[in-house]
């Protein structure tokens, strides 16, 4: 019998519950209508989402979606914080009103379903939790019904989805009714009530991750399929990811959200183990041709240049070294032939005994590499030693990365955000934190704050980055990131390459939008990307800013911005009273106004400015930077020149 029949007579089959932001401005509204079920949201009265529906479709059994009855609700109120092991804020509110609304079908096979709803002042989230229930005890998802009904004459910006680079392609403006095809989220949109929206998704695990794609008149979840059409294999019981929207009266609101971290878990176990870092990287001299990854007359990874870097990290006071192409299997095609890299076993002409010995003698951390090309069978074989391996040289981070256009899984293709790559992910990142090892991901799997969780998941790659300059990036890029990718966290955009008019890897961007990405573009594993005899012998003026420029941050404050168009933030250091601030702008040259109000009242600050020339420019004239200093306190107003495709970058230092 079903718990109905003890409760009811009648099916109660209709329904309306209302969750409201605890400032009120914010209502999400849950509906059962006839035993189907939706929801709407409203701000301030104005529509944000009109009704949306919800479900599942479940393969051989009919969808989860009608001939619902509620069985209970429950409410409660969360106000606490919590403190981040690093972040872009060090203190966290977590406040929200939340309603659990408990269902069962009214008609056989009479399943459950909780649907969880969690309302912000900044947005809301919703999900679905299946329980353990005696007429199933798993099932295979075939597809969601959620939708997301915003006037699709809305403005959005996306990447597609599917598609052979994974994430990283250039962000697009479209209209919303445009969106035929899947895009990836964050999916940020300006909406014709004036809203801005992110809709995306927080704390995905053992479920494809979730892209969008406009359905009649609504965006409708398309949960990233398996090889086989699937969308997920799961045991009860199971819940979904979070699918989440923050709400903003404007761009800028979007980004000092931090709901996506909030919806995700506190840390398991102790991570006080965890650090950020700087480093270097025998990297930037294979980009320009200097070196190549594979062995051979210019190996850029042999034991001499090793030592050479370990040098310059030691002069130049950066604590950390990325060596790329130490391991075997970089001969010939190495994307083709990625099936058979060994992450034990070292090039001839690499010692990892001496280089780690070198390394440890002159207090420089090295950065591991992994290089999967997506040969995930591969991989994973050699996982755990690996990771042992890196430990018995005393190797506490790791770079990896999965090139390629799918994962090879179990023998089958699959698209990296798939479930089995979503496992795959999570897989390593537990054997990670295992053995006290911090990753930097690129091709990675989306960020949806499970770091909040797994603090050792220090920085992602995710979206074009500078590995892209040299024809492939637009300065305009860098102005979409923080409207788009950075919501859904840190992003190593391989900062701080100075040489940008080398003709064999010319870069979109003036020498001082370099050090402004450092501000602009977070991330808790920096890369001093460019060859160290730049940062030598050419602009060790500049590059004392990248040495001092921190990790951590108290609190980000976004000063102005547009999408597309620029962006300026400030941040203030962990437990200190000094700030930054940094913006970068597209094409077009512009001078913005700061309003100087978030520093301690009274009191003279120190501030030291690189910008851009009057005549810098990013294809003109590059090189064109000024170094001054100021005098700054709160309240004061200070007007700053951004060059086409340039960049400024601000400390703010107590007198």
Known sequence: MSLLGDIFKKPKADAIYEVKSPNGQLDCVFVLDHGQISYFVKKNDKVVLRKSRLGLILRDMTPMADNFAVIRAYTRTVDETWKAEWGEQRIIRNNYNETAIYLEEYENPNRLLTLRFRVYDDGFAFRYEIPAQPKMKNMVVEDELTEFSVDTNSRSWSIPAYQPDRYEYDYVEHPVYTLTDSVHTPLTIQSTSGHYLAIHEAALYNYGAMTLKLNGASLKADVTPLSDGMRAYVELPFSTPWRMVI???????????????????????????????????????????????????????????????????????????????????????????GVNNKFMEATPDFDMQVVSDYGRANGVELVGHHETVGYIDNYEQQLEDSYKYLKKYGIRYVKSGYAGSKMTINGRREFHHSQLGVLHYQRALELAAKYHIMLDVHEPIKSTGIERTWPNLMTREGARGQEYEGGALSPSHACHLPFTRLLAGGMDYTPGILDVGNFAKRIASTVARQLAYYIV???????????????????????????????????????????????????????????????????????????????????????????????????????????EEKIIRNGDRMEMYIAPGGGFAMRLHKQ
């Open 247 to 337: 709400v903003g009266n404007n761009a800028l609101d979007l980004i000092t959200s931090r709901m996506m971290l909030n919806l995700n878990d506190p840390p398991r176990d102790d991570f006080s183990w965890v650090e950020p870092t700087k480093f270097l990287g025998i990297w930037w001299a294979m980009y320009v041709g200097e070196w190549t990854w594979a062995p051979g007359e210019r190996h850029g990874a042999t034991t001499e240049h090793a030592m050479q870097y370990i040098d310059s990290c030691k002069n130049l006071g950066i604590p950390g070294l990325l060596i790329e192409g130490w391991n075997d299997g970089w001969e010939g095609d190495w994307l083709e032939n």
């Open 521 to 627: 573009i977070y991330s808790s594993m920096q890369m001093a990307s460019d060859r160290p005899q730049i940062y030598e012998n050419q602009y060790p003026d500049l590059f004392e800013f990248i040495r001092e420029v921190p990790l951590r941050w108290e609190r980000t404050l976004p000063l102005l911005g547009d999408i597309g168009k620029y962006y300026v933030v400030a941040r203030q250091v962990w437990e200190s009273d000094d700030w930054y601030v940094g913006g970068v702008t597209n094409e077009e040259g512009r001078r913005v106004e700061l309003y100087i109000d978030f520093l301690e009242p009274a009191v003279n600050y120190i501030a030291t400015v690189y910008r851009d020339s009057e005549d810098a420019h990013y294809r003109d004239h590059q090189l064109g930077y000024v170094i």
